[in-house]
Every structure is written in structure tokens, then in C-alpha cells.
Nanobody
Framework: QVQLVESGGGLVQAGGSLRLSCAAS????????IGWYRQAPGKQRELVAA???????NYADSVKGRFTISRENAKNTAYLQMNSLKPEDTAVYYC????????????????????WGQGTQVTVSS
């Protein structure tokens, strides 16, 4: 069992930055890949970024060049640095751990597991 707790959300103006954290506890020795997802009102939950245990990453096209995912394995923590935020980034952000990892033509893909955090609200004002 893995427990995930997100933090770092808040209200920010367009163009601003936030850094989200995802702290894992429980059976942390088994944590492999981690994904950040978001869900805006009335929309489906979508993958924002994912990172494998050895640092392979994958980003949604909408956040490439603005968001950076990273992790500190020794602290069982993953981060999502979000820069140049836009109003359309407004959503509840969730982290997910130990999903299905695949490699295709050298690119890393991530599908979620049943391990979710409670989410953290990010609101970007225009």
C-alpha cells in the first residue's frame, strides 16, 4: 500500500509559477513511476506529466516547455514545477504512483494505478 499526499496548490495570476509536491508513505520501497494528473470542472482527468524511477519523463503537449516533473527518491517525493501558468491550467492536480510503464520507440508512457492522492487545487486568474 502506498499513500500519496499532494501540496503546493493555490491561487496565482496568469504568468506566475507554482511548485506542487507529492509525498509518498507506506510501502515506499515499491514506488516506481509517478504521474501528475489534473481534472478541471466538467472535464475528464488527464495526464500532465510522468516520471519513471530512473528519470524518464513524459509531458502532455499542453504543458511542454512550461512544466517540469522531478523526483527525489531518497525523500519519496515527486515535484511538478509549473511556470508561465495560464487560466486553462486551473484544475485539481493529483499524483499517482506505480502505474503501468511502457516504452515505445524510446518514449516513456504511463497509465495510472489505483493509488491516488487527495488532490490540490490550482487556480490561475487572468
Amino acid at each position: 500500500q502506498v499513500q500519496l499526499v499532494e501540496s503546493g496548490g493555490g491561487l496565482v495570476q496568469a504568468g506566475g509559477s507554482l511548485r506542487l509536491s507529492c509525498a509518498a508513505s507506506g510501502s515506499t520501497r515499491s514506488i516506481n513511476a509517478i504521474g501528475w494528473y489534473r481534472q478541471a470542472p466538467g472535464k475528464q482527468r488527464e495526464l500532465v506529466a510522468a516520471i519513471s524511477r530512473i528519470g524518464r519523463t513524459n509531458y502532455a503537449d499542453s504543458v511542454k516547455g512550461r512544466f517540469t516533473i522531478s523526483r527525489e527518491n531518497a525523500k519519496n517525493t515527486a515535484y511538478l514545477q509549473m511556470n508561465s501558468l495560464k487560466p486553462e491550467d486551473t484544475a485539481v492536480y493529483y499524483c499517482n504512483a506505480n502505474g503501468v510503464e511502457t516504452l515505445n520507440a524510446g518514449r516513456f508512457y504511463y497509465s495510472p494505478s489505483a493509488y491516488w492522492g487527495q488532490g490540490t487545487q490550482v487556480t490561475v486568474s487572468s
